[in-house]
């Protein structure tokens, strides 16, 4: 009997990306070790219980979409896909600061968006035919930006593309890749209603996303380091020979593979000539902790800001959760007057004007994602590498989508199907096969 190991992952980074891939691999009855320099896993979509506020926040708001297969794959595999929250119906609440106004956006059911002639459901104070502009985002090439296809004024503009671009891509429509937006616009909207419907985590990012991922991979007996950081990869002959931790080199048989699940400034840093996007661009997300409960128990309400600091506001029982995207020109500024500020905004959008701006906790991500510019999105590497036994995976990586949790998801299912063929090649076979 041959007595070689089975093939292993060493999967370096326990983000969204890393889990994704280990849940996929762990019920694939491959052996699984993560490496996380972190006490805890998530990434950027973790939760953790704040003293000031006394309660469980997250790091960041994450909106997702119905329409979002690889995120609605990856909750039914470690079953919570009743873990997130969203209207019954398909419904974008918004106010204008500004002008003081209320709306809401209701896409309708069906691939013809029948929906914008009913002047119920679109933006106020648009026509049906503005929307035609779609089609020229849609047939954008590599160098154009969102407004280089729909333009930068109107109503439209302001109310729907700027709003949209900004939430989807982290990014100003002037800057933002149209090639980018596409896939948002033909997954979601250009699917009708049942694909664009708003959902957010229930209770919490880790209770939804990351707590039951850990559950399925640990079944499986895989494991998972905490604080420990993977410093280096030593390479012979093209592979990965080793990983270099504080603790000393951990090393590799010839059928071991590792995907590096880490940020890509990490990857950069790891592999070496890796050519991946830049730094990356902030934002910054501010919770309340309200007076009284504003959304019932496992409920969450979403509501859309025009005009104003804050962007969209989430609100889950008495807790108040705040996004600003693209916060370039505001990362730098002091918590409390980020609090202060976006407070007028989320006292407007729920209705409590006049009301003491409660306890908060800013919490600035100064590289939430990559620019999602057209030069930078040029720079998303695939998964495989030149080196056989090392893949890549993150929302960085060439997805085909956003740097989303959706895109996140999307590259750990790539990076696990790659292992599991690399795997099935290199299986060790028993004297009685051979």
Known sequence: MNTA?????????????????????????????????????????????????????????????SGNHAVMDYLAEIGAADRLSGPAETEFPFVDVEARTRWSLKPGAGIFPWWIFDPT???????????????????????????????????????????????????????????LMRP?????????????????????????????????IKSAGAIINFGCRVRSLAFKDNHVESLVTDSGHIHLTETDTVICAVPAWTATSLVPDLAAPGAGEPIVNVHYRLARPLADEGDV????????LAQWVFVRSDLASVTISA?????????????????????????????????????????????????????RPKSATKYPNLLLAGDWTATGVPATIEGAVRSGFRAAALALGRHRTSTPKTTEQQ
């Open 327 to 379: 916060a370039a020109d505001v990362v730098d500024q002091t918590a409390e007057i980020i609090a202060a500020v976006c407070w007028k905004d989320v006292a407007l959008a729920l209705e409590l004007e006049g009301e003491p701006e409660p306890p908060s906790r800013v919490v600035k991500e100064r590289r939430a994602t990559f620019a999602q510019d057209p030069v930078s999105a040029g720079l």
């Open 301 to 308: 309400k979403i509501v859309g800001v025009i005009g104003g």
């Open 121 to 179: 459901r679109r933006v106020p104070r648009t026509g049906p035919f503005e929307y035609m502009s779609v089609i020229r985002l849609l047939a954008a090439n590599a160098t154009d930006t969102v407004a280089d296809c729909i333009g930068s004024e109107g109503t439209l503009y302001r109310n729907f593309w700027e709003p949209l671009t900004v939430a989807a891509l982290n990014a100003d429509p002037k800057v933002a890749s149209a090639q």
């Open 184 to 216: 948002v616009l033909t997954e979601t909207f250009l699917r009708g209603a049942n694909a664009c419907r708003p959902l957010v985590a229930r209770n919490s990012l880790a209770n939804t996303l990351i707590d039951p991922a850990l559950d399925v």
């Open 5 to 65: 190991q089975p093939p292993h992952t060493h999967i370096i980074g326990a983000g969204l990306a890393g889990l994704a891939a280990g849940v996929r691999l762990a019920r694939q009855g491959v052996p699984v070790t993560l490496y996380e320099t972190s006490p805890r896993a998530g990434g950027r979509c973790r939760s953790y219980h704040d003293t000031q506020l006394d309660c469980v926040i997250d790091n960041g708001n994450h909106l997702m979409m």
